[in-house]
């Protein structure tokens, strides 16, 4: 599982301990996930390419570093996902986004997608937003989907995440998981 990677950051934690509150209104564990999200964007997209832009500043006009934001689509699967997206559209404000629902047939035990409304992803860093990896089933579906429209690169942004389906997550070796 060479693509995984555990952030280790003071604030995350925190917010992680938040949520793990049985007690913790609905309000305050969707504040720490978008909290969660943001952390770990950064995290994700620390060492992206950047581009100048030229920018005129109150003293002179100059080209400093920017992330280009239209190279970025978020997914979120829904529902559970959109706290995280929230937190991630503070840091990349003009990212696009998709949405996926995507649940689990509890007799079959196979992921089925309910909803898909997704940008176009051809050459494009998607950022998928899902909070728990338990059997990775709904992960697996939305990567098979998201593969299948060309991006440049998938990032999955998870908070708690099984060994089991993280095991089987990882069979995506271009898939990058944090």
């Given at each position: 599982m060479e693509r995984v990677f555990v952030v280790d950051n003071s604030i995350l934690q925190n917010s992680l301990t938040k949520i793990r509150d049985k007690d913790l209104k609905p309000s305050l564990v969707r504040k720490h996930l978008s909290i969660i999200g943001k952390v770990l964007l950064i995290e994700a997209l620390k060492?992206?390419?950047?581009?100048?832009?030229?920018v005129e500043t109150w003293f002179t006009m100059?080209?400093?570093?920017?992330?280009?934001e239209d190279d970025y689509v978020i997914v979120p699967?829904?529902?559970?996902?959109?706290?995280?997206m929230e937190g991630c559209l503070e840091?990349?404000?003009?990212?696009?986004?998709?949405f996926l629902a995507i649940k689990r047939n509890e007799e079959t035990l196979e992921s089925k997608?309910?909803?898909?409304r997704l940008p176009e992803l051809e050459n494009k860093t998607v950022i998928i937003t899902?909070?728990?990896?338990?059997?990775g089933g709904s992960l697996i579906k939305a990567i098979e989907i998201i593969k299948s429209k060309n991006p440049k690169k998938i990032i999955?942004?998870?908070?708690?995440?099984?060994k089991e389906g993280l095991e089987r997550v990882s069979k995506f070796k271009d898939v990058f998981f944090t």
């Open positions: 060492n992206e390419d950047i581009k100048l832009k030229r100059d080209n400093f570093p920017v992330i280009n699967i829904l529902r559970a996902g959109l706290p995280m840091v990349l404000e003009d990212a696009k986004v998709g997608v309910f909803y898909e899902d909070p728990m990896v338990a059997t999955s942004l998870n908070v708690i995440a099984s």
